[in-house]
């Protein structure tokens, strides 16, 4: 098998309702955007992305819970958008919240 990984930490710019493919399944789409210093070729530099995202099933179901301004870990992998689009989609497969607990 290929390698097709993806981790990123940012925040969830905009997350859509929650709703369900034909067959039943749990669908979430959201916008997360990025903001991080990177060092290439020795050089510090500032990386600001947004990233379109999908999160099916128990995935889905746990995005759902978040807010949008929330940060958040995730990790997955790339795909198009649909089969005649070149647009790429970050399809999560984990999802963690960076909130810190400040009420214990």
Do not use: W
């Not at 992305?49 to 099916?56: K, L, P």
């Amino acid at each position: 098998m290929e390698i097709n990984a993806v981790a990123l930490n940012g925040e969830l710019a905009a997350i859509e309702p929650l709703r369900h493919t034909p067959a039943g399944i749990p669908l979430l789409n959201f916008k997360l955007t990025h903001k991080s210093r990177q060092v290439e070729a020795g050089y510090k530099r500032q990386v600001e992305c947004e990233m379109n995202g999908v999160a099916m099933g128990d995935v889905a179901l746990a995005m759902a819970r978040l807010a949008a301004g929330q940060e958040v870990r995730l990790s997955g992998f790339l795909n198009r958008k649909n089969r005649m689009s070149t647009q790429l989609i970050l399809h999560v497969t984990q999802a963690h919240s960076l909130k810190e607990n400040s009420n214990g």
